[in-house]
């Protein structure tokens, strides 16, 4: 139902799912020659401890039949979300200090219809509730006559909250007994953030808006017999739609955020095995390209490619009432950082402090979900 509501036509009777995800990142960010501490040029400095924080997941889902060609359903889900912690002083400290993270909160409302056995559509609304909070160091530039001081001053803090809308669509098409295609669409969001802007000059009531990416999503499943099943899934993602966010307080620009990501795909593939009648392993592979590429990238969010390796398995407990456990290890290479006067990166403008260095980048995904048919529990 995320990726799209037609899919509610595939479960009979009154359905309810609930996921549990555990995030657990690491991501170490190492300085190199050519970055500068306090105007100060350095050699080499240690690599960062983990600067991204675990976080715990939920989300639900609920449809219910109407009649034998109408469904009524409800997604709840946090789509984009990013919680970090760098040490204040540290060389990268103009770019990522403190803590710095986004909360988002989804509901989608969505209604299905049941055209005739081989294809469904589905549309529904998102109403999205997100908090954000971005903290980074300042320096300041001082001319003394004889030269230029360049001193930390403190920290820049962006904190709000606020609402933002969109909708998702999809169609599910049933050529086969044994084959089913999904193709679901989750529109861009344009984020509105209200709140306060914090500099060493002192506060402002401040806002901004991001303009998270819309998604396409297709996804095949091709049952070759009575055990095995084949997954296949393409996804793109219009990161290049988020741009430049401007912080416009006091009625005027008072900083940007060239955030100025470019498009994602993701290709994955899997297997699913009917073990028995009780119990369902599967595990796929996926290649996913990143948001953030080396003209643009920071210690903040070091994305570039990765690879995902996953899996899981169902089982049924008692009639009606089925568990899910999934595993995903997700790798990237390690990503080089080069936001100096040269390297046309666009934060550089924002600080004219030189960073430059890599990052390396590993998470584990562990996911828990339990799916109720409720028809058949109170039977």
């Not at 995904?365 to 109720?372: F, M, R, T, V």
Request: aromatic share 12%; hydrophobic share 40%; net charge neutral.
């Amino acid at each position: 139902m995320f990726w799209n509501p037609a899919v509610m036509t595939q479960f009979s009777g009154v359905q309810s799912s609930s996921t549990y995800t555990g995030f657990l990142p690491n991501v170490k960010n190492t300085p190199a020659a050519g970055s500068t501490y306090f105007g100060s040029p350095i050699i080499a400095q240690g690599t960062t401890d983990n600067t991204f924080q675990a976080a715990f997941i939920p989300a639900g889902y609920f449809s219910y039949q109407l009649n034998p060609n109408l469904w009524l359903g409800m997604s709840l889900n946090s789509p984009f979300g990013l919680s970090v912690g760098f040490p204040e002083n540290w060389v990268g400290r103009d770019y990522a200090a403190g803590d710095t993270w986004l909360h988002t909160y989804n509901a989608a409302p969505s209604v299905a219809y049941r055209i005739n056995d081989w294809i469904s559509v589905g549309v529904g609304v998102q109403i999205q509730y997100a908090k954000a909070n971005l903290n980074h160091g300042v320096t300041a530039f001082i001319n003394t006559g004889n030269g230029i001081l360049i001193l930390p001053v403190g920290d820049g803090n962006l904190s709000g909250d606020g609402w933002g809308y969109g909708f998702t669509a999809g169609v599910t098409l049933t050529p086969t007994p044994t084959t089913s295609v999904g193709i679901g669409y989750r529109s861009g969001i344009n984020q509105k953030l209200n709140g306060i802007l914090t500099t060493p000059l002192g506060q402002a009531a401040a806002n901004t808006t991001l303009d998270l990416p819309g998604m396409v999503s297709l996804g095949i499943r091709q049952r070759l017999d009575a055990q095995w099943t084949l997954l296949g899934t393409v996804e793109w993602t219009n990161w290049n739609r988020i741009g430049t966010s401007n912080v416009i307080a006091n009625g005027v620009t008072a900083t940007t955020l060239p955030f100025q990501y470019r498009d994602s795909w993701l290709f994955s593939g899997g297997v699913e095995y009917q073990f028995n009648e009780r119990m369902t392993l599967r595990t796929g592979f996926g290649y996913e390209t990143g948001a953030i590429d080396d003209q643009v990238r920071t210690p903040l969010i070091p994305d570039t490619n990765r690879v995902w390796a996953s899996v899981g398995a169902s089982y049924v407990i008692i009639k009606g009432l089925k568990a899910d456990v999934a595993y995903s290890h997700v790798y990237e290479p390690n990503a080089s950082v080069n936001i100096s006067a040269t390297s046309g990166n666009p934060w550089f403008a924002t600080s004219g402090v030189t960073y430059i260095g890599n990052a390396s980048t590993r998470a584990d995904i562990i996911s828990i979900g339990l799916n109720w048919k409720w028809d058949d529990v109170f039977k």
